[in-house]
């Protein structure tokens, strides 16, 4: 796994503050394989109540992030609540995912 562990601590502290203590937090992508290099953090956030404002909280999580990795690092997020729909990439990210 390619993350520093100040990169875990920022990550987990954003995904508590806006999803909750319950919420779970894999990486995936090709920050997973350590003889890869660069790439953006690829993230799945699952949680196991319904989210009211899923775009803001996205928003949310990643602006705190930003706030203390730089803007420079790029983030993408995907969400498992029970009333989201699910796509393929969430099966994948569960999968190849390292819960962090």
Not at 1 to 15: D, F, G, H, Q
Request: proline share 6%; hydrophobic share 45%.
């Amino acid at each position: 796994m390619r993350l520093t562990p100040r990169e875990i601590e920022v990550i987990k502290e954003a995904v508590k503050a806006v999803f909750g203590p319950d919420a779970q937090t894999f990486l995936f992508g090709s920050r997973v394989d350590d003889a890869a290099r660069g790439g953006d953090i690829d993230l799945l956030v699952k949680v196991d109540h319904p989210l009211e404002q899923p775009v803001w909280d996205v928003a949310g999580v990643k602006a705190k992030i930003i706030m203390k990795l730089g803007e420079e690092q790029k983030i993408d997020l995907v969400l498992d609540a029970p009333n989201l729909t699910r796509a393929p990439i969430h099966d994948i990210a569960l999968e190849q995912g390292i819960a962090l």
